[in-house]
T-cell receptor, first 115, second 110 residues
Framework: DAGVIQSPRHEVTEMGQEVTLRCKPI?????LFWYRQTMMRGLELLIYFNNNVPIDDSGMPEDRFSAKMPNASFSTLKIQPSEPRDSAVYFC?????????????FGPGTRLTVT | GEDVEQSLFLSVREGDSSVINCTYTDSSSTYLYWYKQEPGAGLQLLTY?????DMKQDQRLTVLLNKKDKHLSLRIADTQTGDSAIYFCAESGQGGKLIFGQGTELSVKP
């Protein structure tokens, strides 16, 4: 398996623009997680899905952030409009909750810079 | 609530042992995990321990779990420069999510 795939790997955009980050989880995994990592706040869980349904979005910073999972093999995290303080590395992770250990497998991340 | 605490930095000399410590709050966690993050990469599962165990050894890695004190440690024997990374402790939380610590940055000096 190719592991969790994220795109793009790097994104540089201007303040006010819409940003869409994409994630393809590991095939067969039924849980998907979006994290944000910054020097100041460390690793933060933004939202997670079980079987394509959002379970907990309490970590989403504000209404400018939205996430969708239209099917088991694809998820997006959208920021509209983007602001400089959104600059961070965004990770997607997936796991299997079907009687397993529940460990999460992380993608390589998308480094977002908002100028 | 669920919370995981780690010290932020650890510096050791090559060849020495490293011990990274972690405390957690949720006594119902089934598994506890150690993840490693190298520069510019995502987190990678290093090892895990089931909550009814008190020790697990995997080559140079030894995980110790003290359930009474809710204390988890990761010992790396014969630490190499390639072990320099950020190490995250995590406990299993509600609904399948993991609760991560802040990460310990391990620096290995030659």
């Amino acid at each position: 398996d190719a592991g969790v795939i994220q795109s793009p790997r790097h994104e540089v955009t201007e303040m006010g623009q819409e940003v869409t980050l994409r994630c393809k989880p590991i095939s067969g995994h039924n849980s998907l997680f979006w994290y944000r990592q910054t020097m100041m706040r460390g690793l933060e869980l933004l939202i997670y899905f079980n079987n394509n349904v959002p379970i907990d979005d309490s970590g989403m910073p504000e209404d400018r952030f939205s996430a969708k999972m239209p099917n088991a093999s694809f998820s997006t995290l959208k920021i509209q409009p983007s602001e400089p303080r959104d600059s961070a590395v965004y990770f997607c992770a997936s796991s299997s909750q079907a009687g397993g250990r529940g460990e999460q497998y992380f993608g390589p991340g998308t480094r977002l810079t908002v100028t | 609530g669920e919370d995981v605490e780690q010290s932020l930095f650890l510096s050791v000399r090559e060849g020495d042992s490293s011990v990274i410590n972690c405390t957690y709050t949720d006594s119902s966690s089934t598994y506890l995990y150690w993840y490693k993050q190298e520069p510019g990469a995502g987190l990678q599962l290093l090892t895990y321990i089931f909550s009814n165990m008190d020790m697990k050894q995997d080559q140079r890695l030894t995980v110790l779990l003290n359930k009474k004190d809710k204390h988890l440690s990761l010992r790396i024997a014969d630490t190499q420069t390639g072990d320099s990374a950020i190490y995250f402790c995590a406990e299993s939380g509600q609904g399948g999510k993991l609760i991560f610590g802040q990460g310990t940055e391990l620096s290995v000096k030659p």
